[in-house]
């Protein structure tokens, strides 16, 4: 089970760079983490233009709903086959061809909004392409993340940064879309999207990678063996079953607050799109904080119990914040939720990474895609339902206590995870080169996961 980034005799090679962006110290990723920062500011372009676009041809809030669980589901509907290409096929290959197909994509949209004849059906089945897109694109990402940092010691590092990259785009995309819609249109943010991501094909055409990344390739395997062979794996190892399960649970009931902001800001706040600004900036907000933490730590150890703990106070976070009625504490309790899902999500994420065997990432990080992003448009659609019947408030007390309780399930549990992280945590070289640096084994211990 060792990997790249661990030395043969297990112990981990020492980082380049100190800090908070120590990961940058590797080309490989630094290259990435430039081209990937410049792009995703146009993908939230042209998310708020696209939202922007239904509403104005149809008027209707169920439309813009429809046409996000258009684009979310491929993820969740191919998962499994995506990531057994994704094992079976050069991951770095496979992202050049994702990002080859998002800009035709893009460049699609700016044509058909410049010619003035877009439609709803246009949008709807460029987003189920760009869904299917995504849904190869997102697991070869992941799982190529490790193959980008040739010290595993900085991996962790590596995907927090990711997150971080990602919540800066979050914050600064949509305020920018929202400047060019104003003054050009959104025909100018598919453009400049598709555009953008020429400067991640660019990045990962400068990569120089080991052989193995670019020679992956197993076409005489066969396919519904490797699907069972994926789905195995992930059910027969404890700790990758119960962190998918509660990510998965998470996701479903607790993501789709943010599908319930606009009946806060209107009927709780009595306020507009500047008060929904508001809250979704909190969100965000706490999100980068939380990505900058776990950037700044140095060891896989104690994510297994973060993971749990974040899942909480996510959960007491919808909690509060549906039953507030003011608005500094209700942004406040934002901020946390943020904080907590970006904290279980980038937790989540590393200890698979770092656990999961070489030629079964893919497979892994594929049902990591399915419990993260595959359960948000039925999560939206939940949600959706359940405000309806009980009203917003109501809906989101209860997605907070689900999550309570899920957490509790989980923490009943981890005494098995760490048993099970054990063995491959020494295999790794990581448990013992943190008990050397601590003064009893037992303490090593009672940290592992």
């Given at each position: 089970m060792i990997d790249a980034g661990t030395m043969p005799n297990g112990s981990n090679k020492t980082p380049r760079g100190q800090g908070i962006f120590r990961a940058l110290g590797q080309q490989n990723y630094r290259l990435y983490f430039t081209g990937q920062g410049l792009s995703l500011i146009g993908t939230w372009m042209t998310r708020i233009a696209t939202s922007w676009l239904i509403y104005r041809l149809t008027g209707s809030a169920w439309m813009l709903g429809v046409i996000g669980f258009l684009g979310q589901i491929p993820t969740f509907l191919l998962g499994p086959f995506a990531g057994v290409w994704v094992d079976r096929w050069s991951r770095h290959r496979t992202l050049v061809w994702t990002q080859v197909l998002s800009m035709v994509q893009s460049f699609a949209l700016g044509a058909l909004a410049f010619s003035g004849?877009?439609?709803?059906?246009?949008?709807?089945?460029?987003?189920?392409?760009?869904?299917?897109?995504?849904?190869?694109?997102?697991?070869?990402?992941?799982?190529?993340?490790?193959?980008?940092?040739?010290?595993?010691?900085?991996?962790?590092?590596?995907?927090?940064?990711?997150?971080?990259?990602?919540?800066?785009?979050?914050?600064?995309?949509?305020?920018?879309?929202?400047?060019?819609?104003?003054?050009?249109?959104?025909?100018?943010?598919?453009?400049?999207?598709?555009?953008?991501?020429?400067?991640?094909?660019?990045?990962?055409?400068?990569?120089?990678?080991?052989?193995?990344?670019?020679?992956?390739?197993?076409?005489?395997?066969?396919?519904?063996?490797?699907?069972?062979?994926?789905?195995?794996?992930?059910?027969?190892?404890?700790?990758?079953?119960?962190?998918?399960?509660?990510?998965?649970?998470?996701?479903?009931?607790?993501?789709?607050?943010?599908?319930?902001?606009?009946?806060?800001?209107?009927?709780?706040?009595?306020?507009?799109?500047?008060?929904?600004?508001?809250?979704?900036?909190?969100?965000?907000?706490?999100?980068?904080?939380?990505?900058?933490?776990?950037?700044?730590?140095?060891?896989?150890?104690?994510?297994?119990?973060?993971?749990?703990?974040?899942?909480?106070?996510?959960?007491?976070?919808?909690?509060?914040?549906?039953?507030?009625?003011?608005?500094?504490?209700?942004?406040l309790m934002l901020m946390m939720t943020g904080f907590a899902m970006m904290q279980h999500m980038a937790s989540c994420n590393t200890i698979l990474q770092t656990i999961s065997d070489p030629d079964k990432r893919g497979r892994v990080m594929s049902y990591y895609t399915m419990a993260f992003m595959g359960m948000t448009p039925f999560g939206s659609l939940f949600g959706g339902a359940m405000a309806a019947r009980l009203g917003a408030p109501r809906a989101l007390a209860v997605s907070g206590v689900v999550c309570l309780v899920c957490s509790g399930v989980y923490f009943l549990y981890l005494p098995s995870i760490r048993r099970a992280l054990r063995p491959i945590y020494v295999e790794l070289g990581i448990l013992p080169q943190m008990a050397a640096a601590m003064p009893t084994a037992g303490l090593a211990d009672t940290r592992q996961d």
């Open positions: 004849h877009i439609a709803v059906w246009h949008v709807a089945a460029l987003s189920v392409l760009q869904g299917i897109i995504n849904a190869f694109d997102t697991p070869a990402r992941q799982a190529f993340l490790i193959e980008l940092v040739e010290d595993r010691a900085v991996l962790g590092n590596a995907i927090a940064l990711n997150s971080t990259m990602v919540n800066v785009a979050r914050l600064l995309g949509p305020s920018i879309g929202g400047a060019i819609i104003a003054v050009a249109g959104e025909a100018w943010c598919f453009t400049i999207d598709g555009i953008s991501y020429g400067a991640v094909i660019a990045s990962l055409l400068m990569m120089h990678l080991a052989g193995q990344a670019h020679t992956r390739k197993r076409e005489e395997e066969n396919l519904w063996r490797e699907l069972r062979e994926g789905f195995s794996y992930v059910a027969r190892s404890v700790p990758i079953r119960a962190i998918l399960m509660l990510l998965a649970v998470v996701s479903l009931v607790g993501m789709p607050y943010s599908v319930l902001l606009p009946i806060f800001a209107r009927q709780i706040f009595h306020g507009g799109a500047h008060t929904l600004g508001m809250l979704l900036a909190a969100t965000g907000v706490g999100a980068l904080m939380a990505a900058l933490t776990m950037a700044a730590r140095r060891s896989i150890l104690g994510l297994g119990r973060r993971i749990g703990l974040a899942a909480a106070l996510f959960g007491a976070g919808l909690l509060v914040f549906a039953l507030s009625r003011n608005l500094p504490l209700s942004l």
